[in-house]
């Protein structure tokens, strides 16, 4: 579904990313994991077409998107949910959920749409008038992954969707996740907890310093591994190559 190739990112003299590929298969949530500044949401944001990369390639379903405008990249069946939320705090949740079908033309579904989506997070029907700003963290999260979903996408960039949130209110939205994935619906989640990571997806990227330090499938991964990777723990000679595959 989405192929990364050596995705270099540089704000002016500053290099975020250096030489990031990974992987993300057809129906999978895949987590890039790492710390403050280590490049994750700098990663997201070119894919998604908001930071043109200085090097490198970035394919969706066999298709190079570079250069291609944001807008471009989402009709071509990419939706981005970035940190923060960012809710629309005057609109109403209403408002906020039929914001992600301004793009389609075929109103009649998307009244379909919309009307899964009350569905599928059933709180948001009782909501509907409610201005966006006055809805819980949580509430909001959901909305957000509501709007995104009403632009139809094949795969979701997700950015942090945790911050900030309740360790409850989390365990929810991860389980909204992987009933999506259940779906059909590919997910690339940004995240800073190891454990949510390993806990909840398929395959795992750390990513350190711009550079991927180690991946593998979830399922493979012992903490104290992805931790050596994810604070930068000396390695064994058998491992500094620098890049461990599982």
């Known amino acids: 579904m989405l192929e990364v190739e050596d995705l270099h990112v540089r704000y002016r003299r500053l290099r975020a990313v250096r030489g990031v590929s990974l992987t993300v298969g057809e129906g999978e949530i895949v987590c890039l994991v790492g710390p403050n500044g280590a490049g994750k949401s700098s990663t997201l944001r070119s894919i998604a077409g908001l930071h043109p990369p200085a090097q490198g390639d ?4 066999g298709r190079s998107v570079n250069g291609l405008a944001p807008e471009t990249i989402a009709r071509l069946g990419l939706s981005m949910v970035p940190e923060g939320r960012h ?3 005057q609109l109403t949740v209403e408002e906020n959920i039929l914001l992600g079908s301004q793009m389609r033309r075929d109103r009649k ?7 899964r989506m009350l569905e599928s997070f059933p709180f948001l029907r009782g909501r509907l008038a409610t201005p966006g700003g006055k809805l819980s963290g949580g509430e909001q999260q959901q909305l957000v992954i509501a709007r995104a979903l009403m632009t139809r996408p094949r795969l979701i960039l997700l950015d942090e969707p945790s911050l900030g949130l309740a360790p409850m209110v989390v365990d929810t939205v991860y389980e909204i996740l992987k009933g999506l994935r259940d779906e059909g619906i590919t997910l690339l989640v940004v995240e800073q907890s190891t454990h949510r990571a390993l806990e909840n997806g398929d395959r795992i990227y750390i990513i350190r310093s711009g550079q991927i330090e180690l991946e593998g499938e979830c399922s493979a991964l012992t903490d104290e591994r992805v931790e050596q990777a994810y604070f930068g723990f000396e390695q064994t000679e058998a491992e500094a190559d620098h890049r461990t595959r599982f």
């Open 58 to 61: 970035i394919r969706l379903a």
């Open 87 to 89: 809710v629309f705090t």
């Open 109 to 115: 579904q998307v009244r379909a749409d919309f009307e």
